[in-house]
């Protein structure tokens, strides 16, 4: 069982950054797939980062490609993800999730949620 809790949404100007963190609990965080899912009203939720258990593989989105960043701090059992450039389609709830099968799927286990809202 693994109990996840993110932090670090708001409010940010088009071309702004921000840094999401997802902090768990939970003897084997190291050995999970960690990812990062984003819905925005009316829309489904959808794959933004993922990253593997030693952090040596990453995936991407090709939305955010080149602009958002995921890393993990086994030690600290924290994954983080970093987010340059963001955009006004960048708006969304962001979900931390782990326990998938492989690096972009989701798992059974989210967090609650942090909004993060672009103006443009």
């Known amino acids: 069982q693994v109990q996840l809790v993110e932090s670090g949404g708001g409010l940010v100007q088009a071309g702004g950054s921000l840094r999401l963190s997802c902090a768990a609990s939970g003897r084997t965080f190291s050995l999970y797939y960690m990812g990062w899912f984003r819905q925005a009203p009316g829309k489904e939720r959808e794959f933004v980062a993922g990253i593997s258990w030693r952090g040596s593989s990453t995936d991407y989105a090709d939305s955010v490609k080149g602009r958002f960043t995921i890393s993990r701090d086994n030690a600290k059992n924290t994954v983080y993800l970093q987010m340059n450039s963001l955009k006004p389609e960048d708006t969304s709830v962001y979900y931390c999730?782990?326990?998938?099968?492989?690096?972009?799927?989701?798992?059974?286990?989210w967090g609650q949620g942090t909004q993060v809202t672009v103006s443009s």
């Open positions: 999730n782990t326990g998938g099968a492989t690096i972009a799927t989701q798992g059974p286990f």
